[in-house]
């Protein structure tokens, strides 16, 4: 396969991404002037653009995705204005005229390096040539289910032809850019792929349309750099600035085709197609094979750009192992569904969208895969999505409010996945789990943080003893949580109405359990059931 001229990041420098930004931009000042001064005059302008854009590179997403990719080099020119060019500035300025994609930045580039040529400084050998660049042609080697494309796009200079290898994942709304290579010998590049696409039915290899290209890629970067902590190899920071300069090279982008909505009776259509195909013809009619229909339908129309019928090993990946748990609640009868679902769906959906039997066996196969991971995928809380753990374990009902009300109830009891106590970080705890919960709530109570961690503070702060507060919250909302008595959340919802906060409301009922837990706790009484009741039934009234 093609080989990377990408510059290696070495160990420490991959490592630097504890303060990427701050990382990012002294490396790009300080590593400048001692790599150009490396270089020669007379070197391939190739190999200097290659360096230049590595540069460019180290500021990408440095602070997140929408923030400025190109601080370093901002930094770089304005120390050259302020009258301190160090040594490869020139020949920087040179290249990041024609790479960055910032015209203000550019033309500032432009600027300095014509004040440094005015004042003597020597120009390299390979900027006259620079320019010199021309476009040859463009071939995409494809899956035919459609996972990614990888597009090869060939540049000759002074009689020597490169070509940018890009890797574009089509599992992402639009497809997203993944990976660079820059290749030396275009003509191996292409006898590999012509080879490999003989060999394996599932790639096909295609001269392709630059326009065409030109669209799908500079929308692909596009899409690369709206997401965060994008996967992306270690090639394509140092490499992405090239690309998007070679692309301005091709003709220019085709017209950007709009997805129109897939409408509800489109997607009817759909499933009422496959529940009478011979494909579905073994399997257990009723609501929950037609829900789990509706689902795949409904995940290749919203997240798959409209293809409703591509089957593919990415996409059913997906689906199963992240679509699926983090945004569906499936019952019982619909998880088994799914087992027999799947491969039906892959062989009727695969047979429309024209895949070879050896094509559909390899999707098959890898749909059983992610099938047999299914289960364990799903039950883990690190997967579920918030909505699914505030109401996982609730009993079904016939009543269509009770999931509605349950949510409003436990979201109500507690509304956080993540707190932080101290100087320890919980990102993302269950609400689901009592022991979490407890975390959860005592995150709620940062005055007391420091004298729970504390063992020498014994009894009140600021007349609160810490440890029976967090105990009262935690029984009022463990109630909540549970329904347990159903008077608690009745009488919370008749406090809410009168604009009373949270907080004030969890009080308020935890008075009346500080009176029971008193009880228990000086003169070993048993809690009054009734009596408490009693007093929830009053509040709010």
């Not at 040529?117 to 390979?126: C, L, N, Q, V």
């Not at 996972?147 to 060939?154: E, G, K």
């Not at 003893?465 to 919370?492: F, G, I, K, S, Y």
Request: hydrophobic share 40%; glycine share 6%.
């Amino acid at each position: 396969m093609p080989k990377s001229r990408g510059r290696k990041k070495t160990k420490q420098q991959r490592q630097s991404h504890g303060n990427p930004a701050a990382a990012g931009r002294s490396n790009a000042v300080r590593g400048l002037p001692y790599e150009f001064s490396l270089s020669s005059s007379d070197q391939d302008p190739l190999d200097a653009e290659t360096l230049a854009s590595a540069v460019c590179g180290a500021g990408w997403q440095a602070d997140g995705p929408g923030t400025d990719d190109y601080a370093g080099v901002r930094d770089l020119l304005a120390n050259a204005q302020r009258g301190m060019p160090k040594a490869g500035t020139l020949e920087f300025a040179i290249l990041a005229a024609r790479m960055v994609p910032d015209h203000a930045l550019a033309d500032q580039a432009r600027a300095i390096a014509a004040d440094l040529i005015a004042r003597g400084t020597r120009e390299p050998k390979w900027s006259a040539v620079l320019d010199d660049l021309t476009f040859r042609e463009c071939w995409t080697m494809r899956e035919v289910y459609g996972d990614s494309a990888s597009v090869l796009c060939s540049f000759e200079r002074a009689g020597r032809v490169h070509a940018l290898s890009i890797l574009v994942d089509l599992n992402h709304p639009g497809g997203w850019a993944h990976d660079i290579l820059l290749v030396d010998d275009v003509v191996q590049a292409l006898a590999m792929m012509r080879e490999e696409a003989a060999r394996d039915e599932a790639m096909v290899l295609e001269q392709s349309d630059p326009a065409e290209v030109r669209r799908l890629l500079e929308d692909a970067f596009e899409a690369t750099d709206r997401t965060w902590t994008a996967d992306v190899s270690e090639e394509f920071e140092d490499l992405r600035s090239l690309a998007l300069s070679r692309l301005k090279v091709l003709p220019d982008p085709a017209p950007r085709v709009e997805r129109a909505e897939v409408d509800e009776e489109t997607r009817d259509r759909v499933v009422r197609a496959f529940l009478a195909s011979p494909e579905a013809a073994e399997l257990p009619a009723g609501q929950d094979l037609e829900h789990c229909v509706r689902l795949i339908v409904q995940y290749g129309a919203d997240y798959d750009d409209g293809k409703m019928l591509r089957v593919s090993p990415a996409k059913l990946d997906i689906f199963l192992l992240g679509w699926l748990p983090r945004k569906v609640m499936l019952s019982a009868e619909e998880r088994a569904v799914l087992p027999l679902l799947v491969p039906a769906w892959i062989k009727w959906a695969g047979s429309r969208e024209g895949l070879s039997p050896v094509v559909l066996e390899e999707v098959l196969k890898a749909g059983r895969e992610s099938l047999g991971h299914f289960d364990e995928v799903y039950d883990d809380a690190a997967n579920m999505s918030p909505g699914r753990l505030l109401i996982e374990g609730l009993e079904p009902t016939e009543n269509a409010d009770a999931p509605q009300d349950a949510l409003d109830r436990r979201t109500f009891a507690m509304p956080y996945f993540g707190t932080r106590i101290g100087g320890e970080d919980y990102p993302r705890l269950n609400p689901n789990d009592p022991d979490e919960r407890s975390i959860l709530i005592e995150g709620e109570h940062p005055e007391y943080h420091d004298a729970l961690n504390d063992p020498a503070v014994v009894g009140e702060v600021d007349g609160v003893n810490p440890h029976l507060h967090l105990a009262m919250h935690e029984v009022v909302t463990n109630q909540l949580w549970n329904d347990d008595p159903p008077e608690v959340w009745q009488a919370a919802r008749r406090l809410q109405a009168q604009g009373h906060d949270r907080h004030d409301i969890l009080h308020a009922i935890g008075e009346l359990v500080a009176r029971q837990l008193h009880g228990v706790l000086t003169n070993h009484q048993p809690v009054d059931l009734d009596q408490y009741r009693a007093g929830l039934d009053k509040l709010g009234r």
